[in-house]
């Protein structure tokens, strides 16, 4: 059985750091990502790594503030979020693709969802 499960989220001033990290387990992971939601709106992209690490996508709003990495050693994918702004809050979920592929930017394209972790930043 596929389980995702997120944790590093909490409550941050704006300008502070998090790290968020996600743990994979009953399955072989390729393309894995992060995405969020802010109340009332929809799903976004956050990131997207493939499983040799060598190809990264970004959205917009985070490109320069986050960095993905993953460990396939441990099965897990990790969000480093710095400079964050009160935009940056929303519960954040962690996704995987168990098929070869493209390394997807859009929710449809992955199969195993985490439950996800809040964050928060203040102004």
């Known amino acids: 059985q596929v389980q995702l499960s997120e944790s590093g989220g909490g409550l941050v001033q704006a300008g502070g750091s998090l790290r968020l990290s996600c743990a994979a387990s009953?399955?072989?992971?390729?393309?894995m990502a992060w995405f969020r939601q802010a109340p009332g709106l929809e799903r976004e992209f956050v990131a997207a790594i493939g499983r040799s690490g060598r190809v990264i996508y970004y959205g917009d709003s985070v490109k320069g503030r986050f960095t993905i990495s993953r460990d396939n050693a441990k099965n897990t994918v990790y969000l480093q979020m710095n400079s964050l702004k009160p935009e940056d809050t929303a519960v954040y979920y962690c996704?995987?693709?168990?098929?070869?592929?493209?390394?997807?930017?859009?929710?449809?394209?992955?199969?195993?969802w985490g439950q996800g972790t809040q964050v928060t930043v203040s102004s």
């Open positions: 009953g399955g072989t992971f390729y393309a």
């Open positions: 996704a995987a693709d168990l098929v070869v592929g493209v390394i997807g930017r859009t929710s449809y394209e992955y199969d195993s």
